[in-house]
């Protein structure tokens, strides 16, 4: 018997959340462009004014920069299996739920991983990474993640970039919940592999995953002893689909590289410095509402581009995102790991970074929060928020 369920007509939501953010209509139009084959020229022009943008967006000249088949972790997973053989030592930087992953990952390539660890919602210290290195000399790869979305931490990386290098080792950086948000010069600071995902800064759908590779993390990739264990991933391979030989290794999510070049296109209109700038702009203004109604952040350093707050007391988690979803059709993300239930997470990224956003989601928190009794002054957010809009114009006139 067939079963079907009618038309497909998802609500229009406000999506504040880790990711996915708000996709433009520019880019939905983009998808619904008609599909070519993968191995057309006219295609074939899209990927490499595809990979001319992402080098812009990466800031780096780095011939090896194309988009993975795949989301953010399939980008980790890229990033991993290229540069790992089974019994390669790896140091992987864990304060998240993403640190966390990359060491799984790396494990599961057959790496032998040693951790550097901090509390989650503080960044790895250059001292510990100094130290890292002095015991594990051997060191081949060095896995660290610039903008934890678990936590809401960002992670300076120009020392540890520096130890890294004085060690010979190579450095691999999540730049998923920066890339188009956050700055992230790849040569600037000498990152030799790093990678990214369409659905959180650049304001696509997810389904690809940037990734960059350094001529020195190529070099390391040619004097393999072992062919890459994942065969999907393998970029020995993907260079030449990628690269002037065009050889077929798998289909290429066509429409959702038209996706990626129009968020790339967006990217670049509005500049990279003015993009950040906008992140800046809408966080300081959602920190300082946020603030002034009662919250406290969890991280020391926050990102622009995600603010995880302390859920306040006798306040219920759940029952708070409900009402934000069902009534104000805003998705913000709940707390992971040690902080499930006592933290929300509310992304500030690519298309959903705009004051209104800031503005909707500071009223709707203060109706709900008020409902609950928590005796927080009506207003007090959105005052606060407008008086920080107005200090940064000032700021920056
Ligand atoms: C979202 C995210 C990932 C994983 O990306 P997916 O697209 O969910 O696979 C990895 N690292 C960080 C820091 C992320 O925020």
Redesign the pocket.
Known sequence: MTQTFGALNPTQRVLLG??PSDVSARILRALAAPTLGHLDPEYLTIMDETRQMLRQVFQTKNEMTIAIS???????EACVCNLIEPGDEMIVCVNGV?GG?MKDVAQRYGAIVHTIEAEWGRGIDPQQVAEAFKQHPRTKVFGI?H????TGEQQPLEEISQLVHDSGALLLV?A??SLGGIDIPIDGLQIDACYS?T??CLGCP?GL?PVTFSPRALEALDQRKSKVTSWYLDVTMLRNYWGSDRVYHHTAPINMTYALREALQIVLEEGLAARIARHQRNHRMLRAGLEAMGLAYVPQHSLTTLNAVHVPEGVDDLAVRNRLLQDYNIEIGAGLGPFKGTAWRVGLMGSSSTEQNVMLFLAALDNILRDGGLGIEAGAGLAAANAAANESEVATA
């Open positions: 880790p990711g795949g989301t953010g972790s399939a980008g980790m993403f992953r993640v903008a934890e979305t678990s999540d998923v919940t995902g659905q959180k997810p995953a």
